[in-house]
């Protein structure tokens, strides 16, 4: 399974990095669609697009706006986009609002199920609500191609007991987001995000193979966005993402 990363910022996008959007194209299924989205274009393999979205806020849903663009003289069959129903009409209701967008691209919203797992194209995905301003959702998903495990949680306070430990358990991948550095724990509570070592320890206590962060802070420029010998002394199998980062699992 190879993962893409096409935006790992939050909030808004910098000189480095774009907002979060991250996507698997054998499965052709996408991560959130922040303003990096638009790059999926480049990698399409499949006749659909499937895209999970954490939540509703702009950093993670403006790019299906660039939807014209993304299937421009690319034969895409179907476009699904997942999230909670009362997101989903945010979207429709305000984003789309024809004094912001007169023409919609023709996507399909697809209400999360009550059961918490939905398949899609090629991959079952579990969900659960985790906290966040307004309300977020975690994911877990499972390849049809390929028997690997990927979850995706962002924009969320992260601790070690968190209530979505056991959708993350085992997975061979783990992406969290991690926003803030140790000692902006204050900061990363008020806004419902993550700092450095509890995001470390829960990849440990979850038993993960390898974790990914992204949504990282926008005005971090620096070559050591979150600090690299934390990382190394309480879980060293992490990568923190760029712009362009690909793994495959």
Same mark, same amino acid.
């Given at each position: 399974m190879k993962i893409l990363f096409l935006g790992?910022? %939050?909030y808004h996008p910098n000189e480095q990095r774009q907002t979060t959007s991250i996507f698997l194209p054998e499965l052709g299924l996408a991560l959130d669609a922040g303003t %990096? !989205? !638009?790059r999926i274009r480049e990698f399409l393999e499949t006749n659909t697009l499937d895209i999970l979205l954490s939540h509703a806020h702009l950093d993670h849903t403006i790019g299906l706006t660039f939807l014209? %663009? =993304?299937t421009h003289q690319k034969e895409v069959a179907q476009i699904r986009t997942y999230a909670p129903a009362q997101k989903l009409d945010a979207i429709q &209701?305000? $984003?789309f609002h024809p004094d912001l967008f007169p023409l919609p691209p023709n996507f399909e919203c697809v209400p999360l199920a009550d059961s918490g797992v939905n398949q899609l194209c090629h991959a079952q995905v579990s969900s659960v609500s985790i906290p966040h301003p307004g309300g977020a959702v975690a994911y877990r998903i499972e390849s049809d191609l390929e028997p690997k495990t990927l979850a995706y949680v962002t924009d969320t306070t992260a601790t070690s007991s968190a209530a979505y430990v056991d959708l993350i358990r085992n997975v061979d991948v783990l992406i969290h987001e991690c926003n803030f550095r140790d000692g902006q724990e204050d900061l990363a509570e008020l806004t419902g995000h993550s700092s450095l070592t509890p995001? $470390? &320890? $829960? @990849?440990? @206590?979850?038993n993960v193979g390898q974790l990914v962060l992204t949504h990282i802070n926008c005005y971090e420029t620096s070559v050591d966005p979150l600090g690299q010998?934390? =990382?190394? &002394?309480v879980f060293p199998n992490t990568i923190i993402a760029t712009d362009g980062l690909e793994i495959s699992v």
């Open positions: 790992t910022a %939050g %990096g !989205f !638009f014209y %663009g =993304i &209701q305000h $984003l995001v $470390l &320890q $829960l @990849a440990r @206590a979850a010998e934390t =990382i190394d &002394q």
